[in-house]
């Protein structure tokens, strides 16, 4: 682990090598580069790209011949290890307009970030490493218009909640056929958990190997058994992504030094560490997001040209602890105590700032937890979610009145977390549901966690019958394709019926349309709900339902 400031610039040199610093001194163990034989295909673990800008993006990949090794380094000899690399725009690289060699090592988990530039603007481009006589797969990255741009169109959808163990990710390979321009993960892309200590209804069709993550060693090795799944290879190599972590890259609704459980988890600044270092080796992140200790910084802007601006949130490391002990309560003091806040004050200074400086058509705020209000209770108190932003809703209003008083255009809410999809529209008072909306939260299903999901009429789930802001909510598992133009905002929630077998179809469940200066939702398509084995059941079981799937954890 890194625990010096000179250990920090080393490990942040080595990060950010590529073709800019080759030379940089690893240790005496990598001292030198290594003309490795491979026994094997080290290209294990895909090919990735992301953060993209006008000209240029990230480009990611990891060496390993034993992905799975318990010591996290996926079998790689201990020595500095040279791989090339190339930027084409076409897809059988016969114009290349960039390459490089770049090194790896240990220290790095062999994993290599590339950041590119020099690229055109708007322009599909295609990438791929080479180590030794082995060539990696192709991938595929767009680059986003220039700043001053307005273009026509962005094909942009969001993904959240992958748990290995639940189900096959047969819903990113569907997104891969897809092939927007840009996705955005928005949270829990790994799970902590052993084998067996989470199971879905219905029980858990594979399992993770090794034990609970707690360690660098531990990080690395979940990271790569995730990495090895094609349908997950799929995905990462058709576009570029945006990533964002929520609570089980770490620990189940960890609240910045604070883990789930205090008692049972001493040292948890150190897990941290070895969580963030393993998040930033095995994502396409820029150099901005290299981990100084247990620190990260991973809040950041993208944007579209002057079509959208996206603001990426992180509401774990710096929130205030979740009040009254978590989960759902009616009646807590801190759930609208003022100085509690989610994001913590310089996030939420520079998100607001963000929105005043915003000349973008579309505010895109990208994030992890529920931020319209979802009382579970029609009676006289709110019932509602002490993890997500009905826990700091004073975090809430402040943001909110920032993107009013900014007079943003178009501003629109992001989530994962909740493994169902939701669609609500967003107030200034949820108290008085006559008054004007002032924005749209769009809340993506997950891949897999929770299993096979019962399918439902629109608006059958009992919560929206006394929180008339939420207009659709769904329990098949998925994603959402979003595409965006000057005049709307369209969003497609594709689902897949089954992630306990091979190969099911995605289809489009639902789509609702924004418009430009209208912040409401128009729900423009509605698939009646299809039979995938699993019984309906009474109001009173769907709200106990959705309140297990969000808070039950081993």
């Not at 090919?47 to 990611?60: E, H, N």
């Not at 603001?311 to 710096?318: G, K, M, N, S, V």
């Not at 909740?418 to 939260?441: I, M, Q």
């Not at 997950?446 to 608006?459: C, E, L, R, V």
Request: a negative charge; hydrophobic letters at 35%; glycine letters at 8%.
């Amino acid at each position: 682990m890194l625990t010096t400031r000179r250990d920090f610039l080393t490990y942040s040199a080595a990060l950010g090598a590529g073709a800019l610093a080759p030379s940089i001194t690893l240790g005496r163990a990598d001292a030198r580069v290594h003309a490795l034989r491979f026994p094997r295909d080290p290209f294990t673990l895909g090919v990735a790209a992301g953060d993209p800008q006008s000209d240029g993006f990230v480009i990611w990949t990891r060496l390993a011949f034993d992905p799975l090794a318990a010591d996290g380094l996926g079998g790689m000899p201990d020595v500095r290890i040279p791989l090339s690399w190339q930027i084409a725009t076409d897809e059988r690289f016969r114009r290349v307009v960039r390459r490089g060699v770049v090194t790896t090592a240990s220290q790095l988990g062999y994993a290599v970030h590339v950041e590119v530039e020099g690229l055109q603007p708007g322009r599909e481009h295609f990438y791929r490493f080479s180590a030794g006589p082995y060539v990696s797969r192709v991938g595929r990255a767009v680059t986003a218009p220039r700043r001053d741009a307005m273009p026509s169109e962005l094909a942009m959808s969001f993904v959240s909640c992958a748990q290995f163990e639940h189900g096959l990710f047969t819903a990113y390979r569907r997104l891969a056929e897809d092939r927007p321009d840009l996705v955005l993960h928005l949270g829990d892309y790994q799970y902590e958990y052993t084998a067996g200590a989470y199971v879905a209804p219905g029980g858990n069709v594979r399992d993770h190997d090794g034990p609970e993550t707690t360690t660098l060693e531990s990080y690395r090795q979940r990271h790569a058994q995730y990495k090895t799944d094609l349908d997950l290879q799929e995905a990462h190599a058709a576009t570029a992504w945006a990533v964002v972590f929520d609570d089980h890259e770490i620990d189940n609704n960890w609240a910045a030094d604070i883990p789930e459980k205090p008692a049972e988890t001493p040292g948890f600044l150190d897990r941290r560490k070895a969580a963030f270092r393993a998040y930033y080796e095995n994502m396409p992140l820029r150099r901005t997001s290299v981990p100084r200790g247990a620190d990260m910084q991973l809040y950041r802007r993208l944007h579209w040209g002057q079509l959208a601006s996206f603001h990426l949130l992180d509401t774990r490391q710096f929130r205030s602890d979740q009040g009254c002990g978590d989960g759902y309560r009616a009646d807590c003091p801190a759930a609208v105590d003022p100085s509690r806040s989610i994001t913590g004050g310089a996030q939420e200074e520079w998100l607001i700032d963000g929105f005043r400086r915003s000349r973008a058509r579309w505010d895109v705020i990208g994030q992890q937890v529920f931020f319209a209000q979802r009382d579970s209770d029609k009676g006289p108190l709110k019932k509602v979610s002490m993890d997500a932003w009905d826990g700091y809703a004073a975090s809430r209003d402040r943001i909110t009145t920032g993107w009013v008083d900014a007079g943003v255009r178009n501003p629109v809410v992001l989530t994962g977390d909740v493994h169902a999809a939701w669609a609500s529209e967003l107030k200034l008072d949820y108290d008085d549901p006559t008054t004007a909306s002032v924005g749209t939260e769009l809340v993506c299903s997950s891949i897999t966690s929770g299993g096979n999901g019962a399918d439902s009429a629109a608006t059958a789930h009992p919560w929206l019958a006394f929180n008339p802001h939420l207009k659709f909510q769904n329990n098949l598992r998925g994603y959402v394709n979003t595409t965006i133009t000057p005049e709307s905002m369209s969003a497609d929630f594709r689902s897949v019926a089954q992630v306990r077998t091979a190969d099911a179809p995605a289809f489009t469940r639902a789509t609702f349309l924004i418009e430009d200066r209208v912040p409401t939702l128009n729900q423009t398509f509605d698939r009646p709900p299809v039979d995938n084995g699993l019984r309906s059941q009474s109001p009173g079981d769907v709200s106990r339902e959705t309140i297990e799937r969000e808070t039950a954890r081993p």
